[in-house]
């Protein structure tokens, strides 16, 4: 049943879409050169009139071949580091220290080298404590720290607190 009360829905005619006018060719100006360097060869291409592509692609050559990237297509990076698990507390470190480790700052970060050569990551603040309490010592490079034996058994040592005796009083 239909519902005299209420107007009927009026139809909203549909319009045709139309696709923006995109220029076939565009010249963009390039910030220019800084003293000493080559200018740059600027071609630029078409842009294509679909939707997708609205900003033209443009292509910049050098101008001689001494500025030809080389060969290699695939970028030099550093080798992956491979870690073992990180010492977090002051007792593990300790404990890798005693048996012949050592600590080496790489790139800002340190890492403890066991004698087997495995490396360990750590923290920064748990070295820069450890030196701070006189149990490391750095190279003269700075880039490596080792354990102070004599300061590492001198903090082994338990703390001998003296006894003093108080007169007892009389109670009377």
Do not use: C, W, Y
């Not at 549909?14 to 050169?33: A, E, F, M």
């Not at 060869?41 to 443009?58: C, N, R």
């Not at 050592?102 to 404590?129: H, Y």
Request: net charge positive; charged share 25%.
């Amino acid at each position: 049943m239909v519902d005299l009360k209420k107007p009927a829905a009026k139809s909203v005619p549909i319009t045709p879409v139309t696709k923006p006018v995109v220029p076939t060719n565009i010249t963009r100006h390039s910030i220019p050169p800084l003293p000493g360097e080559k200018p740059a060869v600027e071609t630029t291409m078409p842009a294509t009139s679909s939707i997708e592509a609205v900003a033209p692609v443009k292509v910049v050559q050098p101008a001689s071949a001494e500025a030809q990237p080389t060969a290699d297509p695939a970028p030099v990076s550093k080798p992956v580091e491979k870690l073992g698990p990180k010492l977090r507390r002051k007792d593990e470190i300790l404990k890798v220290l005693r048996v012949g480790g050592k600590v080496v700052k790489v790139d800002g970060l340190f890492r403890i080298v066991a004698a087997d050569g495995t490396k360990n990551p750590t923290s920064k603040r748990r070295i820069l404590s450890l030196e701070s309490q006189k149990l490391l010592v750095a190279s003269a490079d700075g880039n490596s720290f080792t354990l102070d034996v004599a300061a590492d058994k001198k903090a082994q040592e338990p703390k001998v607190v003296p006894v003093v005796k108080e007169p007892v009083k009389d109670a009377k």
